[in-house]
């Protein structure tokens, strides 16, 4: 079975700093996509970017990228010049099955200061 | 704007009630919806995989004849908690895809619900 593992509970950042989550997973394709989700206190999710495995370029959402090695199966979020808007639970994503159908890691909750 | 809607956005009931919650896509047809189950603090579980016109394929652990899914149309799942009591209390969030391979999951708002 798959599955996504989210190592760090919570973070802290400063505003305007910059700061990586990690997420690391396991699974046996070779194609594949990994998504990180945002979740603010409204509950929405949101999601934050995506890479898609057979590019080898990170994936990049102005603010937002993300370090993604295939061989050892990990998948981390930068988020530079954080703001205050940045604080919220953090979730990677991984597919099984469908392309819709997520898994998702445990969460890292960000906390933003200033 | 949204593009995944849900309804109620929460909900209280008494225990032995049952509650149904709406999920639309509304302006694409779903062929297929998901429905996830939050609890505080924690991440979302699949619950189940709502598919038009069929029966709703439902994760090692869920009660099927608990949770009710019935996606009758291709922008419409809904998901009922029959006989619900405290301990269904949760967060319930429904999510769908435009069509394509690998279009990105857009989630509702999410229902919040108390069983008291």
């Known amino acids: 079975a798959q599955t996504v593992t989210q190592s760090q509970p919570e973070m802290s950042v400063q505003e305007a700093e910059t700061v990586t989550l990690s997420c690391t997973y396991d699974?046996?394709?070779?194609?594949?996509?990994l998504f990180w989700y945002k979740q603010p206190p409204s509950r929405q999710m949101i999601l934050v970017i995506r890479?898609?495995?057979?590019?080898?370029q990170n994936a990049t959402e102005n603010r937002f990228s993300v370090n993604f090695q295939k061989a050892a199966k990990s998948f981390s979020l930068k988020i530079s010049d954080s703001q205050l808007g940045d604080a919220a639970m953090y979730f990677c994503?991984?597919?099984?099955?469908?392309?819709?159908?997520?898994?998702f890691g445990t969460g890292t909750r960000l906390q933003v200061t200033l | 704007g949204a593009v995944v809607s849900q309804h109620p956005s929460w909900v209280i009931c008494k225990s032995g009630t049952s509650v149904k919650i709406e999920c639309r896509s509304l302006?694409?047809?779903?062929?297929?919806m998901f429905w996830y189950r939050q609890f505080p603090k924690q991440s979302l579980m699949l619950m189940a995989t709502?598919?038009?016109?069929?029966?709703?394929?439902?994760e090692q652990g869920v009660e099927k004849d608990k949770f009710l899914i019935n996606h009758a149309s291709l922008t419409l799942s809904t998901l009922t908690v029959t006989s619900a009591h405290p301990e269904d209390s949760s967060f319930y969030i429904c999510?769908?895809?435009?069509?394509?391979?690998?279009?990105?999951?857009?989630f509702g708002n999410g229902t919040r619900l108390t069983v008291t």
């Open positions: 999510s769908a895809s435009r069509p394509g391979w690998n279009s990105p999951l857009h």
């Open positions: 699974t046996s394709e070779s194609d594949y996509y």
């Open positions: 890479q898609e495995a057979y590019k080898q």
């Open positions: 994503a991984y597919p099984t099955g469908t392309a819709s159908k997520l898994t």
């Open positions: 302006d694409f047809q779903a062929t297929t």
């Open positions: 709502s598919n038009e016109g069929s029966k709703a394929t439902y």
